[in-house]
């Protein structure tokens, strides 16, 4: 039984350094054509279509190798197992991460497919696609970190252990929607700059 138990673990970590790995490099590619002010910031609709296939894929390979490891520790321990806060903190932000996941697939990716660009949604979608985005960063890491942190079992609270999870959203969503603002001025006084002819005619009316 300890042997199975290590191979779904070590099933269940490469799926979460995948879905980590691939959620993090579209991240980083974003925020760097933000920061060179790019407007067409963002993936074009092959490579948004493969992302979300494969951290799908990822997320229902964590949720069945996290079953599977549950129910072994569920039959070594017993019901005493679920009392467990580290557990609990866990399945609370993977659920979080599930329904995330099917918001952003439902309402911000055909937004922003139909958009092009993050910078070009509009004041409501965006808003909300930086929160979500923020919401799907900060859980993995959080996460990530529930699941090698083994010391933390039985010796935190559920809510000791969660504290700083809605904190961390609130700042990633604040420094995204930080650098957005910053990337949209900056875009708008590059256009002001190459057609300063348009821009003019825009004000004169």
């Not at 691939?22 to 933000?34: C, E, H, N, R």
């Not at 949720?63 to 467990?84: E, H, Q, R, S």
Request: proline content about 2%; hydrophobic content about 60%.
């Amino acid at each position: 039984m300890e042997l199975l138990r290590l191979a779904v673990v070590y099933v269940h970590l490469l799926a979460c350094c995948v879905a980590v790995g691939l959620v993090f490099a579209s991240d980083a590619a974003m925020v760097k054509d933000l920061l060179k002010g790019r407007v067409t910031a963002g993936h074009n609709n092959d490579d948004m279509a493969s992302l979300q296939k494969s951290v799908a894929n990822a997320l229902m390979f964590l949720w069945i190798t996290g079953a599977a490891v549950i129910g072994i520790d569920y039959l070594d321990k017993g019901m005493a197992y679920f009392a467990n806060p580290k557990l609990q903190a866990k399945v609370i932000i993977v659920l979080l991460l599930t329904f995330n996941g099917m918001l952003l697939h439902r309402h911000v990716l055909p937004a922003l497919l139909k958009a092009g660009s993050l910078l070009d949604l509009q004041v409501g979608v965006r808003m909300f696609a930086l929160f979500s985005g923020a919401l799907s960063g900060v859980s993995w890491l959080y996460a990530a970190m529930l699941g090698v942190g083994r010391p933390l079992a039985w010796k935190y609270s559920l809510t000791e252990l969660l504290m700083a999870y809605p904190v961390l959203i609130v700042l990633g969503f604040a420094l995204m929607l930080a650098l957005t603002q910053w990337a949209r001025s900056r875009s708008m006084t590059v256009a002001a700059q190459e057609t300063p002819w348009l821009f003019a005619g825009i004000h004169a009316r």
